[in-house]
Nanobody, 120 residues
Framework: QVHLVESGGGLVHPGGSLELSCTAS????????MGWYRQTPGKQRELVAT???????NYADSVKGRFTISRDNALNTVYLQMNSLRPEDTAVYYC??????????????WGQGTQVTVSS
């Protein structure tokens, strides 16, 4: 079983910054990618940013130039530096790991989520 724990959420004013962290533990056979998704009430969960095992990154258009995803492979940890935050960034942010829990089982694993609120 893979366990993901997020931290770093909070309340900030528009234009402020936060850094989220996510550490994976448990039965991890091979990591394909890690990333961040977010969800607000009544809306579908959406991709924010991902980084794959080769270091390639992918960002939602709405966060390009403001958010940066990074990783520490030795610690199975992924970070999301969020700058120039806007009220529309308010959401629960979920950490995702895509990979293999054994030699043949490929799937997605999710953290419990951390609340980010951007408000005046």
């Amino acid at each position: 079983q893979v366990h993901l724990v997020e931290s770093g959420g909070g309340l900030v004013h528009p234009g402020g910054s936060l850094e989220l962290s996510c550490t994976a533990s448990g039965s991890i056979f091979h990591i394909v990618a890690m990333g961040w998704y977010r969800q607000t009430p009544g809306k579908q969960r959406e991709l924010v940013a991902t980084v794959n095992s080769g270091g390639a990154t992918n960002y939602a258009d709405s966060v390009k130039g403001r958010f940066t995803i990074s990783r520490d492979n030795a610690l199975n940890t992924v970070y999301l530096q969020m700058n120039s935050l806007r009220p529309e960034d308010t959401a629960v942010y979920y950490c995702n790991l895509r990979g293999y829990s054994d030699y043949r089982s490929h799937g997605d694993f999710w953290g419990q989520g951390t609340q980010v609120t951007v408000s005046s």
